[in-house]
């Protein structure tokens, strides 16, 4: 098994960015979801039902800062992106803590898995991918260790999937079918939340192995 994605999502239900190698530490891929959407009564916006969110894309520019579409977060325009996108009270604010994660800092999926499907694996928006993996087998990771790269992680549970992923990352044109698939076939879960327990840098080819169960 090998690396074969690395994401990162600087603003939370926006499209991310494909990486080549990053760190990962006690709070996943350092600028992940570091910028979210709220309204005016500070309720967390996403793309469950503000899809058009999905049409713009994060990146972490050169300077550390993130970006929406190449410019600057704060710059006037993107404010303006966002409330077209959701809502006329919507506005970007930055996130630190770990509670800016829906489950865990690390989403992991596999190559087996998302063929299985026959969807574009966009959709259930990893940091990583893992190729080289046969069918269904992530399914019998929960609670096991991999090593890859210089990093170890805990897979904890399989990722309980949500109306989000009927969306296309292109598009915005919902599919329903996708989450009735998943829910009829996978009993609604795919991908893995996991936990860093030996941070390390990760680059895509890196080997992946998995570890013998603990006693």
């Known amino acids: 098994m090998f690396i074969a994605e690395i994401w990162r999502y600087p603003v939370k239900s926006m499209g991310g960015e494909r990486l080549e190698s990053s760190e990962l530490t006690d709070a996943g891929i350092p600028g992940d979801r570091v910028?979210?959407?709220?309204?005016?009564?500070?309720r967390v916006l996403t793309s469950r039902s503000r899809p058009r969110l999905l049409l713009h894309?994060?990146?972490?520019?050169t300077s550390g800062e993130p970006l929406v579409d190449g410019r600057p977060w704060r710059d006037a325009k993107v404010?303006?992106?966002?409330?077209?996108?959701?809502?006329?009270?919507?506005?970007?604010?930055?996130?630190?803590?770990?509670?800016?994660?829906?489950?865990?800092?690390?989403?992991?999926?596999?190559?087996?898995?998302?063929?299985?499907?026959?969807?574009?694996?966009?959709?259930?928006?990893?940091?990583?991918?893992?190729?080289?993996?046969?069918?269904l087998e992530e399914r019998d990771w929960e609670g096991r260790r991999l090593a890859l790269g210089a990093a170890i992680i805990r897979a904890v549970d399989l990722r309980q999937r949500c109306i989000m992923t009927t969306f296309d990352p292109d598009t915005g044109v919902q599919d329903v079918s996708v989450l009735r698939t998943?829910?009829?076939?996978?009993?609604?879960?795919?991908?893995?939340?996991?936990?860093?327990?030996?941070?390390?840098?990760?680059?895509?080819?890196?080997?992946?192995?998995?570890?013998?169960?603990?006693?």
Do not use: K, M, W
């Open 35 to 42: 910028v979210h959407v709220e309204n005016a009564r500070g």
């Open 79 to 135: 404010a303006h992106d966002v409330q077209v996108a959701a809502g006329e009270d919507a506005t970007l604010v930055e996130s630190i803590g770990l509670e800016r994660f829906d489950v865990l800092p690390l989403l992991i999926t596999t190559d087996g898995a998302v063929a299985s499907l026959g969807y574009d694996g966009r959709r259930f928006r990893p940091n990583l991918v893992i190729g080289g993996v046969e069918g």
């Open 57 to 61: 894309r994060g990146t972490i520019g």
């Open 182 to 215: 998943i829910q009829r076939t996978l009993d609604g879960t795919l991908g893995l939340n996991c936990r860093i327990e030996t941070a390390g840098r990760v680059r895509v080819g890196d080997p992946v192995h998995l570890l013998p169960a603990a006693p």
